[in-house]
């Protein structure tokens, strides 16, 4: 268990720059011969961070470690009373038992650097490790009645989604309470109230991913798109604009809010669908929110539904509409077992009607959703680039092996020219398979995943192969384990970088766009004069299409498709 001269040593070196150990010995009240001793006793995740030259110590990448002094400072000049807890289950739970104690917790702010019992709407858990998140709970007393605070936790995301766009983080919210960048989680916001000397007080917990977490499937984090923001610029900036955003709230309520927030909102105007438990009740058009937070939407009939938030998941349509042609009848569960993470998909009459994922060392949403779902009569079909001993964990999950698929030498009138089909990765081929769905034309299909895999299909169903290279994040990996000077994180993608992090993030992309260019250019001369479509999907695949000179975008089809391998699967499995 870490002493509090642990916590003053991370707080220190938690911004990423180099500190001289003399300054640190300083700063903590120890000699600098002291501080390796204490360096072996800090979490091993954070330990193998440290990188030390001439006498100074860095971090290769800032952590969500708060230093109290600065805290104090931030908090007083903003009107917050601050407390700093190292370890607590919950900022939430300790927040609500202070004023069922009787002490007031109006303008109070509570921050915890390592959370047990973290957790967010629907009872789910809210996961990360020492260092990876900032995780807060504030307090306020509202003299609004509870009946029209139905729209704070709405505010409380627009606060938090201005603050990280400021800091150039392409936030945006999720209805009602997620932070998000695309389709990965970004931060979430659970709000709670407690009576509180005859007033109803609020405690507006906020989580926000800094570094991006080890053992969470689909997040994304601030470093991301902000490497080298210190955490204490976030919360310089955070804790003002959530005091004049309560402020204003408890005045003049959500309305004067709702502009920004759809502006924010990612699924403004876009087809969505809600689900409870796992089934459909409601899809159409999410056209924003209401001055009460409810979601409106636009149903294919023209009437519009007003929705509150509770025991419902809201789920885009993006592409998960695509039916296989001539689906068969009956019901199929589809599996994507990638290297990191299994997705899955189920299959009514030939169309997708709901998807998931989940990461294998957490598979009990699979199980959960077999329970929901599945049957003796459910097919269950798969592809699978991950080791056997994966595979099994999904076996035992769904209480049957799955048929798992492999690359076919013909399938679908498509050809597969790879000269030894056994070596073919299943999910290329099913990429390839699924892209059909899309576009009849030549295909350049990316796939950005661990690996970056970019396969040619000709207009007449050729399967001709393709290329295949190191993720984003596999480049980094080997330029901090393999070179002197380049074990830092990385930039933006500029057209000229002007710093080291910023170049290295823009050879990454250069390196992925240009073969995807060279691809593309390969498979024009097989078709002058023809289009040649570009599909993209994985979790890179909106990095890559920006990346993509403007020019290109604007002569030729560039999609973007969630889910390619289970499309793949689902046109297979519908004409075989």
């Known amino acids: ?38 360096w072996q006793q800090v979490p091993p995740h954070i330990r193998g961070l440290l990188r030390q030259q001439d006498g100074r110590w860095r971090l290769v990448r800032p952590l969500a470690i708060l230093d109290n002094a600065v805290l104090q400072q931030q908090a007083a000049a903003a009107g917050w009373q601050a407390e700093l807890l190292h370890e607590h289950p919950s900022s939430n739970s300790y927040l609500i038992a202070q004023a069922k104690a009787g002490s007031p917790i109006h303008r109070r702010i509570v921050f915890v650097h390592d959370q047990t019992q973290g957790r967010g709407r629907q009872g789910r858990s809210w996961q990360s490790r020492i260092g990876e998140c900032l995780m807060f709970s504030a307090g306020w007393c509202f003299s609004r009645p509870p009946a029209e605070l139905g729209g704070l936790t709405l505010a409380a995301a627009l606060a938090c989604c201005r603050v990280l766009r400021n800091l150039c983080v392409p936030a945006q919210i999720k209805w009602p309470n997620d932070l998000v960048i695309g389709g990965e989680k970004l931060g979430g916001i659970l709000t709670e109230t407690v009576r509180c000397n005859g007033q109803t007080a609020v405690v507006i917990g906020i989580g926000i991913n800094f ?63 809600l689900l409870r438990d796992g089934q459909t009740l409601l899809q159409g058009t999410a056209l924003g929110v209401d001055e009460g937070g409810a979601l409106r939407i636009l149903d294919a009939e023209g009437k519009e539904h007003h929705v509150v938030s509770g025991e419902i998941s809201l789920r885009p349509l993006h592409n998960q509409n695509a039916a296989a042609p ?63 001993a994966k595979q099994q964990d999904v076996a035992e999950q769904l209480g ?70 190191p993720g984003f994040n596999l480049m980094k990996e080997a330029m901090a384990q393999h070179t002197a000077n380049l074990n ?36 024009q001369q097989k078709h002058p004069g023809q ?11 909106a990095k890559v299409k920006q990346g993509l000179p403007e020019q290109f975008a604007l002569d030729n089809p560039i999609q973007i498709v969630d889910n390619l391998v289970l499309h793949g699967l689902l046109n297979w499995a519908a004409q075989t």
């Open 326 to 388: 001539d689906g068969k009848q009956g019901k199929m569960l589809l599996l994507d077992a990638g290297n990191s993470k299994l997705k899955w998909a189920w299959v009514e009459n030939g169309r997708i009607t709901a998807a998931d994922k989940a990461a294998y060392w957490n598979l009990e949403p699979l199980a959960h959703s077999w329970q929901q779902h599945g049957g003796e009569h459910v097919r269950i079909i798969g592809s699978a680039v991950c080791g056997e």
């Open 531 to 541: 289009t040649v479509a570009v599909i993209i999907t994985g979790g890179g695949a």
């Open 1 to 38: 268990m870490m002493q509090a001269v642990h916590w003053q040593l991370l707080a220190a070196l938690a911004d990423g720059r180099p500190h001289h150990v003399t300054e640190l010995a300083r700063r903590i009240g120890r000699k600098p011969p002291q501080l390796n001793a204490l």
């Open 488 to 523: 830092r994180p990385a930039g933006r993608a500029y057209p000229f970088g002007t710093t080291t992090a910023n170049a290295m993030a823009g050879g990454m992309l250069d390196a992925i766009c240009g073969a995807v260019l060279l691809m593309h250019t390969r498979l």
């Open 211 to 273: 570094v991006q977490p080890k053992a969470v499937a689909d997040a994304e984090a601030v470093q991301g798109s902000a490497p080298h923001i210190a955490v204490s610029r976030l919360t310089e900036r955070l804790l003002p604009e959530l005091s004049n955003t309560f402020e204003q709230f408890d005045h003049e309520g959500l309305a004067p809010f709702l502009a920004d927030y759809h502006a924010c909102h990612r699924d403004q105007n876009q087809p969505v669908r």
């Open 400 to 469: 049957r092996e799955p048929e798992w698929l492999g690359s076919m030498p013909q399938a679908l009138g498509i050809r597969n020219h790879y000269r030894r089909v056994s070596e073919h990765g299943a999910d290329r081929w099913f990429n390839i398979l699924g892209s059909r769905l899309f576009t009849e034309h030549a295909c350049v299909v990316v796939s950005c995943g661990t690996a970056v895999t970019i396969d040619a299909l000709t207009a007449d169903n050729h399967y001709l192969g393709g290329s295949i290279m």
